[in-house]
């Protein structure tokens, strides 16, 4: 590592060349000079220049005194002119470019990494969410009731971040908390009570008397995030529940339930509920990759300026890979029957994804943050990977427990 020498200005027996004396204003004040690393000769001095430590080597001193006047020479990232020296000109822009090249392979690699990352623990998560929709039942709804516990305390730190407390009053902390505990009991009284109406409107009831009966001056505000919470992460994942646990009617023309193994519930498995969910979260999945894709590829026009990165030409190439993936399935399921359906079914998913995104985005925006939380390494929290889902699941099962008849069988 270089080391700072001293210069004495008043007291030589050789004079200072004249490229030195351009490094200071004054001979008594010194003035500091910046450079990238590199090597210079001026003279009788061999200058050290280091751009992250600032120094001034000095050669062989051939009588030179004993200083009384010191001048410190800070040399770092200066412009190469002050040296004088055409070779030292271009190890300053070598120095540059190798610098460039560096933080771009760094971040290159960075960025290998995240995807990386994404990749793997997304397989993960896909398999394991696979494994719990066909085992359906308390399984399903265990885990989708510990995701909305997660999603909800999620929520409830967003609405008290600073980017959105700067323009409203949050609810209480043990109000948030109790509402997390209230949302994630929802989809177990749905799945053992079949609605879910009753225990809705009483907790929000509840909820909006303790927010009246709190010390201080309640604001609307209060009132206002809470009940979305209830209903954006409580309420409306609990039609998850009713779609894959609700619809028990059999499948019976369903290929793959017709050889489904006896050990693993046979035919009687493979019930409307499960088909329908399978599809829809295909769908959501088919739909956030090829728009993930096509923006990549063609993306020029933004979508919104609530997610700058989302572009028309990525949501029309999510739009097409939605319904191609629910058409396809359809045909393997044979469900539902009808091929204008299918297509309706992988349009009203991909709506449902599509603004269950940007849903999420504005909130995220408001609140000043990229993700809503870092549980899942490469992906976010929970709600970065559900915002698709939370509106699609009522969307799907009012579809099929309305539109089609006899549940598309």
Not at 27 to 54: M, Q, W, Y
Not at 125 to 139: E, K, P, R, T
Not at 180 to 198: K, N
Request: glycine share 10%.
């Amino acid at each position: 590592m270089a080391t700072t020498s001293y210069l004495d200005l008043n007291r030589c027996s050789r004079p200072l060349p004249p490229s030195l004396s351009s490094l200071s204003a004054c001979p008594c004040r010194p003035s500091a000079v910046t450079l990238p690393r590199s090597r210079a000769k001026l003279g009788g001095l061999d200058f050290s220049i280091d751009g992250t430590r600032p120094v001034v080597g000095l050669g062989p001193t051939r009588g030179l005194c004993r200083p009384r006047r010191r001048l410190i020479a800070a040399v770092a990232r200066a412009d190469p002119d002050h040296l004088g020296d055409g070779n030292a000109k271009q190890e300053v822009h070598k120095g540059r470019e190798l610098s460039l090249n560096e933080d771009a392979v760094a971040e290159n690699q960075e960025k290998a990494n995240q995807l990386k990352k994404r990749i793997v623990f997304g397989l993960g998560i896909g398999l394991s969410i696979g494994i719990v929709v066909l085992a359906g039942g308390w399984v399903f709804t265990t885990v989708v009731a510990a995701a909305v516990f997660v999603g909800a305390r999620e929520y409830f730190e967003l609405v008290r971040s600073r980017g959105i407390t700067a323009g409203m009053t949050p609810p209480p902390r043990y109000v948030s908390r109790v509402c997390s505990v209230i949302c994630a009991l929802m989809p177990l009284l749905t799945l053992y009570r079949g609605q879910i109406d009753v225990s809705v409107t009483s907790a929000a009831f509840l909820v909006a008397m303790a927010l009246h009966l709190q010390r201080g001056n309640p604001r609307f505000a209060q009132l206002s995030s809470t009940m979305f919470g209830l209903f954006y992460c409580g309420y409306l994942p609990c039609f998850w529940v009713k779609l894959r646990c609700g619809l028990a009617a059999p499948a019976l023309n369903t290929g793959i339930g017709a050889s489904w193994p006896i050990l693993l519930g046979g035919q009687a498995q493979w019930t409307v509920g499960l088909v329908a969910t399978l599809i829809s979260f295909s769908s959501i999945i088919a739909a956030d990759t090829y728009a993930f894709m096509g923006g990549k590829a063609f993306g020029r026009t933004p979508l919104t300026s609530v997610s700058p990165k989302k572009t028309w030409e990525g949501t029309i190439a999510g739009l097409c890979g939605c319904i191609a993936t629910t058409v396809v399935l359809s045909k393997i399921f044979c469900w539902p029957k009808s091929l204008l359906s299918s297509i309706a079914f992988g349009i009203l998913n991909f709506f449902g994804s599509v603004f269950g995104d940007l849903t999420e985005s504005m909130i995220k925006r408001d609140a000043g943050v990229k993700d809503s939380g870092s549980l899942i390494p490469g992906h976010g929290g929970i709600l970065d990977r559900v915002d698709s889902y939370i509106f699609t699941g009522a969307l799907a099962y009012s579809f099929v427990k309305t539109f089609l008849p006899l549940y598309g069988v």
